[in-house]
C-alpha cells in the first residue's frame, strides 16, 4: 500500500479499525488480506454462490492462514444498526475491541468519500452485507480481530443505513460474531500472492478513516 497505514478504514462493506499497538506492517497485513477475502466472496455471491456469504468469507481466511472459529449467532438490538454492531462488540468482546469499532463508526458518519464505498459494496438490490472488524494485538506476531457480520433483505433501499432507526426498509436480519487469530509470520507464505492480486484495487476499495 502507499502512503501511510491508517489506524481505520473502510475496506469494501467492512469497517476496519486497529487498537493502539499494532504495527504498520500489520494493519497493512490485515487490510490487504481482508480486501483478498472480501473480493473472492462477492464474486462467488454475485456467481450464485450456494450458502452463506459470511461461512464463503471465513473460508477464505483459513485458507490465508486465519485461525476462524465458529461464528455465534446474535440477538437484534433495537435502533439504529451501528450502534447495535459496537454494543455486540463491547458486551461480547470488552472496551479494547469497542473503542476502535465506536472511533471508527462515528468517523465513517462524517466521512462521505467513506460512506459511498461502504454503502456501494453493502448494499444491492435487495441485500444487506456489511461487517465491522476492531483488531488488537495479542502477541508479537499474533493480531485478534472480532467479527460482527450483518446479512439482511432490503423492502427499499436506505441510505446511511447504519445511522438510522431500523423500521419497514429492512426484514431477516441475520447477526453473527466471531473472534479470529491471525499469525503474521504464518501469513509470511501468503503475503506476496496477496498484494500481487490486491494491490492495483487498493485505493478504489479501501478508504481511510480519520480517527
Not at 6 to 33: N, T
Not at 120 to 143: A, E, K
Request: hydrophobic share 40%.
Amino acid at each position: 500500500m502507499r502512503g501511510p497505514i491508517p489506524s481505520a478504514a473502510v475496506v469494501g462493506g467492512s469497517v476496519v479499525s486497529f487498537a493502539a499497538g499494532l504495527p504498520a506492517s500489520h494493519r497493512e497485513d490485515v487490510y490487504l488480506s481482508t480486501m483478498y477475502a472480501q473480493r473472492a466472496t462477492w464474486s462467488a455471491y454475485r456467481d450464485g454462490l450456494s450458502g452463506h456469504w459470511f461461512d464463503y468469507f471465513c473460508s477464505q481466511l483459513r485458507f490465508l492462514g486465519w485461525d476462524v472459529p465458529r461464528p455465534q449467532t446474535l440477538s437484534t438490538i433495537e435502533g439504529p444498526m451501528g450502534v447495535g454492531a459496537t454494543q455486540h462488540i463491547e458486551a461480547r468482546l470488552g472496551e479494547a475491541f469497542h473503542a476502535p469499532a465506536s472511533g471508527a463508526l462515528v468517523a465513517l458518519e462524517s466521512n462521505p468519500k467513506a460512506l459511498e464505498l461502504f454503502e456501494s459494496t453493502s448494499l444491492s438490490r435487495d441485500t444487506g452485507i456489511f461487517q465491522m472488524m476492531p483488531c488488537v494485538p495479542n502477541g508479537t506476531h499474533r493480531i485478534e480481530m472480532g467479527v460482527y457480520h450483518c446479512q439482511f433483505q432490503l423492502r427499499r433501499q436506505a441510505s446511511r443505513f447504519l445511522f438510522i432507526e431500523r423500521g419497514d426498509w429492512v426484514r431477516n436480519s441475520v447477526e453473527q460474531m466471531t473472534v479470529i487469530n491471525f499469525n503474521t509470520l504464518y501469513y509470511a507464505t501468503f503475503r506476496e500472492k496477496v498484494k500481487r492480486s490486491v494491490l492495483s484495487q487498493a485505493s478504489t476499495y479501501l478508504s481511510a478513516l480519520e480517527l
